[in-house]
């Protein structure tokens, strides 16, 4: 059964900095790309970034040069590191997974996990 | 930048209703689209992606359908368990943007 569980969410002062991890298993994880994507409270989704199976990464301009996807085929994780935090950047952060072979929606994506950012 | 605008923001229908939601893209995007539900309090499910290839296990009263910059989801007889947020996003490109989502509810 294919499994996404992220952790890092935290309570965090503007400027500050945060990691966000994804866990990932029932699945061959190095084959896959993945994506970050958020949600503020009572908003949309919003599509934050993409990394694929060989580290290439493209981001949101909204987090362009503040946030950094990476990941660890070894320990099938994906993670994605945040600096400069703003209060927008508060919102429960989803993985989400592309399917196998060609074709960009997500087909699996994990239960989420919050940052909030306020002083 | 791309963006893709769905319509309407908010519907009430009465179960067993025909129900159509639009989403439109700035640009062209080919087939590169695809619907998600979102249930309150819960995970985005897709329904329908590359335009109109239903999800395995997604009930066939849903259908997705349209082209280069127009699309529509449809439920064709909507049910009490379909109340949820509904999003279209693109992925042709990056950014994979979504729609700003249509709310569905029992009249």
């Known amino acids: 059964e294919v499994q996404l569980v992220e952790s890092g969410g935290d309570l965090v002062q503007p400027g500050g900095s945060l990691r966000l991890s994804c866990a990932a298993s029932?699945?061959?994880?190095?084959?896959?790309?993945m994506n970050w994507v958020r949600q503020a409270p009572g908003k949309g989704l919003e599509w934050i970034s993409y990394?694929?199976?060989?580290?290439?990464?493209y981001y949101a301009d909204s987090v362009k040069g503040r946030f950094t996807v990476s990941r660890d085929n070894a320990k099938n994780s994906l993670y994605l590191h945040m600096d400069s935090l703003r209060v927008e950047d508060t919102a429960l952060y989803y993985c989400?997974?592309?399917?196998?072979?060609?074709?960009?929606?997500?087909?699996?994506w994990g239960r989420g996990t919050l940052v909030t950012v306020s002083s | 930048d791309m963006q893709m605008t769905q319509s309407p923001s908010s519907l009430s229908a009465s179960v067993g209703d025909r129900v159509t939601i639009t989403c439109r893209a700035s640009?062209?995007?080919?087939?590169?689209l695809a619907w998600y539900q979102q249930k309150p309090g819960k995970v985005p499910k897709v329904l329908i992606y590359?335009?109109?290839t239903l999800q395995s296990g997604v009930p066939s009263r849903f259908s997705g359908s349209g082209s280069g910059t127009d699309f529509t989801l449809t439920i064709s007889s909507l049910q009490p368990e379909d109340v949820a947020t509904y999003y279209c996003?693109?992925?042709?490109?990056?950014?994979?943007?979504f729609g700003q989502g249509t709310k569905v509810e029992i009249k």
């Open positions: 029932g699945f061959t994880y190095s084959d896959y790309e």
């Open positions: 989400a997974r592309d399917p196998p072979g060609p074709g960009g929606h997500f087909d699996y």
């Open positions: 990394i694929n199976a060989v580290t290439t990464a």
């Open positions: 590359d335009a109109f």
């Open positions: 996003q693109k992925y042709d490109t990056v950014p994979r943007t």
């Open positions: 640009q062209g995007i080919g087939n590169y």
